[in-house]
C-alpha cells in the first residue's frame, strides 16, 4: 500500500484538517514512471489549495474536491516504468514535476509521474534540495517567457523582480543575472543583502514609498509579490520594455469568489484594465499572467541552471509525512527556506 498525505476539508493551519491514509499503489500507465518519493514540496500554493483556494478552476482539472493530495515537486527513485518509456529504468534518481489533476499530488509515498516532466538527479543530490525547486523554477520559467525576455536579448536589460526575496525570486535572480540582466530587487525587510548575493545590482526593502522611488525604464517587470502593486509595478516600464508577467493575479480567486459568469467578467476587466496600463507605457510590451503549468523545457533550463550550481532554495524544514502539519505552519508562518516532507 502506499501511504498519501490527504487534506480533508478546506482551513488552514492550525485548524488543517491533514489525515494519512493508506491507498493502491499507482501502476505507471503508458509514458509513465512510477517513483518511491524521497521528498517532496510544501509551496505557498499548497497551502492556498488546503484553504479551499482555486476550488472552481481547478475543478476543471479533477483537482478541485476534497479530500486533496496536494504537492506538484517531488524527487525520489524508480520503482517502475510504463509501456513505451524508454528514457528511463528503474532505481534511477529523479526529480520533476506532478500536474495538477484528478490522481493527486505529490505528498505521497509513491506517486506516477510522465516521463518528460522528469530529470536526471545526481546520486549524491540531497533529495530535499532538489524538491523544492521544480514548482518554483517552472513558474519563473514561464513568467520570463512571457515577458519575451530570452538568453539572446537579455544582456544588459532592466529587470525589476518584486517580491524577490521568496522562492521565485530567489531563483529568478541568479537565473536571469546569468543572462547578464542588471535586476533591481524589491524584497523583504532584511533580505537586501540576499538579494545583491543572488544577482541584484540593486535592492530596496518592501514599504510605503519603496515603488514610487525606483527608476521608470524598466525593460522587464515581475510581479511575485502583491497583485495590489500591479498597476504601480506597470507604471515603471519604460517605453521599450519587453514585457510584464505576474504569478499573483486574481484568476482562481475571482472564479471561487464570482462564479463562472461573473468571475470571467471580473478576469477580463482586470486584465484588460493591466493590459492599457502597461500599453500606454509600452506600447510594444506583452503583459502577461502566469499559470502554472508543467513545462518539458522549464525542467530542462532547470537542470541546465542546476549544473552551474547557481540555482538552489533553502530549505527550512524537512518532516515525515505524519508530521506534515509543521511543515504547512512554517509556510503560513512565511519562515525562512521551503517545507519539504519527507515520505
Ligand atoms: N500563478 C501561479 O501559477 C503561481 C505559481 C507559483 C507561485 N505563485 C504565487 O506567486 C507568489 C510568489 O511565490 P513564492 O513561492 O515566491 O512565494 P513566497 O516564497 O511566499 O515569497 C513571496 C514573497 O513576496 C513577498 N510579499 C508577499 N506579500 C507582499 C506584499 N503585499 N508586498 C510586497 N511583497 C510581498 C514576501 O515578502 P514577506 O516575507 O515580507 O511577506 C516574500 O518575499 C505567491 O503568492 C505564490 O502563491 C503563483
Known sequence: MRRELCCLAPASPPRLQLQLRQGPVPEPRRGEVRLRVEASAVNPIDLKRAAGHGQRL???KGAGRFPLILGNDVAGRIEAVGPGVSAWAPDQRVFGLLPTGRRGGAHASQVVVPQQLLQAAPE???AAALAVLPYSFTTVWLAVAATGLSPDRAAG?????HGAAGGLGRLALPWLAGWGCQITAVCATGTTEA???LGAQQAVERGPGVLASLSDDFDVVLNFASWDDEPELAAHLGPQALGHATTVQPLLGHFDRLGWWR???ACRRDWRAMRAAVARRSPAARYAWTVFRPEPA?????AAGLRTGRLGLPVGLAVPLDHAEQAFAHVAAGRLGRAVLLP
Open 263 to 265: 468571475g470571467a467578467l
Open 58 to 60: 481547478l475543478g476543471l
Open 298 to 302: 522549464a525542467l530542462d533550463a532547470l
Open 157 to 161: 536589460r532592466r529587470v525589476l523582480v
Open 124 to 126: 549524491a543530490a540531497d
Open 195 to 197: 538579494c545583491r548575493a
